[in-house]
């Protein structure tokens, strides 16, 4: 990723911020849950992880308070698969009723530009809201590890062999991005293993079967205070509250654009009513001011995000156009 590409990225996630602040603004504290009946019956929430995933963790937390502000059943169904193919056929073919949603990340759009080129399209889906911007973590097995982003980038430039790094999805989702701004600064190369969930990262790097992972705080947190593994660096402008002993890159001398993080919304099949659309992402907001959330937020490092539907897709619309041109280099 050139620098080009990454300062236009940051561009576009600080513009979308702006865009959801001041839409915030307007709406004071969307207190509309209250006034706006969800869609009725069972709300299923697809997941394009397996259950423990960073993703995984966040639905499951935020359904916890809006269950009983919609008065109604929340079920998540964990489909995994094809980087995120399975889900999204799933959310593709549901009625669009509003009943069937799915979680999205940055990978979501990268995956119909690279893998699921062809297979997806943004227009197949409903881009309803956004609701979480979280940076990437490296990490090793405790102990015995990679310690350092210095030790990560000596130990794959001596020709002792490629160092491994496990992550989510194929070449060109938001995690392997991330390292390849990594591989671009420090002029060296790394083996790419890609997987389908947080879960099965850290037991790859638990196991020694990759020499480090690259994940998200929310799902990494318990094995970190468990000690069972280790922080190599966080590609953040400051440490994480909830990981405070752990540098950031900058603080190890490596100067990589922190403004590239995973960020996950809301989405849902194709014609659902803006009307529902706009009811879903005000509840989901409101949910997400939560006092049982906030204390998640914070603990999970995440930075609240608070697009609506109209903001949301013309977000999903420009970072794909900003990875397009990246990728036709």
């Known amino acids: 990723m050139n620098n080009k590409f990454k300062k236009t990225v940051s561009k576009t996630l600080f513009g979308a911020a702006v865009v959801s602040l001041f839409s915030t603004a307007a709406t004071g ?25 960073s993703a995984d963790v966040f639905i499951r937390t935020l ?20 980087a995120g193919a399975t889900q999204m056929s799933r959310v593709r073919s549901a009625k669009p009723d509003g009943l069937t949603l799915g979680i999205n990340t940055l990978s979501h759009f990268t995956g119909m530009l690279t893998n699921l080129n062809g297979v997806f399209e943004l227009d197949d889906f409903a881009w309803i809201a956004s609701a979480q911007e979280d940076v ?13 982003v210095g030790e990560l980038i000596e130990k794959a430039g001596n020709g002792s062999g490629k160092v491994s790094v496990g992550g989510f999805g194929p070449e ?21 293993i890609a997987y389908n ?34 922080g190599v660096g966080v590609i953040a402008d400051e440490r994480l509250e909830g990981l405070p002993d ?5 603080e190890q001398g490596v100067d990589i654009d922190t403004g590239w993080v995973q960020v996950r919304g809301v989405f849902g099949p194709a014609d659902i009513p803006m009307e529902t659309q706009q009811k879903i992402a005000d509840t989901f907001h409101e949910a997400m ?5 906030q204390e998640y937020s914070r603990n999970a490092g995440v930075t609240d995000s608070w697009m609506g539907p109209e903001e949301y897709t013309e977000y999903a619309r420009r970072i794909s156009e900003v990875a397009k041109i990246e990728l036709e280099r």
């Open 29 to 53: 504290s969307l207190a509309v849950a209250a006034d706006s009946d969800w869609p009725t019956g069972t709300v299923n929430f697809v997941m394009h992880t397996q259950a423990g995933g």
């Open 63 to 82: 359904a916890e308070t809006m269950e009983p502000m919609i008065g109604q059943q929340i079920v998540i169904i964990n489909s995994p698969g094809g």
């Open 136 to 148: 990437h973590i490296v990490f090793s097995r405790s102990e015995t590890g990679i310690e350092s």
């Open 172 to 192: 060109g989702s938001t995690q392997h991005i991330a390292i390849s701004m990594l591989e671009n600064e420090a002029d060296v190369e790394f083996e790419w």
């Open 197 to 230: 969930g947080t879960p099965d990262i850290i037991a790859a790097v638990m196991g020694g079967h990759v020499d480090v992972g690259i994940s998200n705080l929310s799902a990494l947190k318990s094995f970190f205070d468990a000690g069972r593994i280790q």
């Open 246 to 250: 752990v540098p950031t890159f900058a």
């Open 289 to 293: 001011r939560s006092e049982h959330y």
